[in-house]
């Protein structure tokens, strides 16, 4: 199963949709640090903006994406199984 591509918000967001058709279980916002360097804060969605939680940073689009998850309601081994990957690659 191959993942969605993240969808194009604005110049510096993009949602990550996984299980849910309608709501992003993730949104990835670009930010330039001190350095110059592009850097992309990946952030829980939810539609309570008190429950949004920053879960990383990372140093590309593609690294955030793939952190993300699907729900798996069935897991099989120790990483939550299909459709998600095993975290050695």
């Known amino acids: 199963m191959d993942r969605p591509k993240p969808i194009r918000y604005d110049r510096d967001t993009w949602l990550v949709m996984r299980n849910d058709d309608v709501l992003p279980k993730a949104v990835v916002k670009r930010f330039t640090d001190r350095r110059g360097v592009d850097q992309y804060l990946l952030v829980k969605w939810d539609l309570d903006p008190a429950k949004r939680t920053l879960m990383a940073v990372c140093d590309s689009?593609?690294?955030?994406?793939g952190l993300v998850l699907y729900n798996n309601h069935n897991p099989l081994g120790f990483w939550n199984g299909p459709p998600n990957r095993h975290p050695a690659g």
């Open 61 to 65: 689009l593609e690294k955030a994406d």
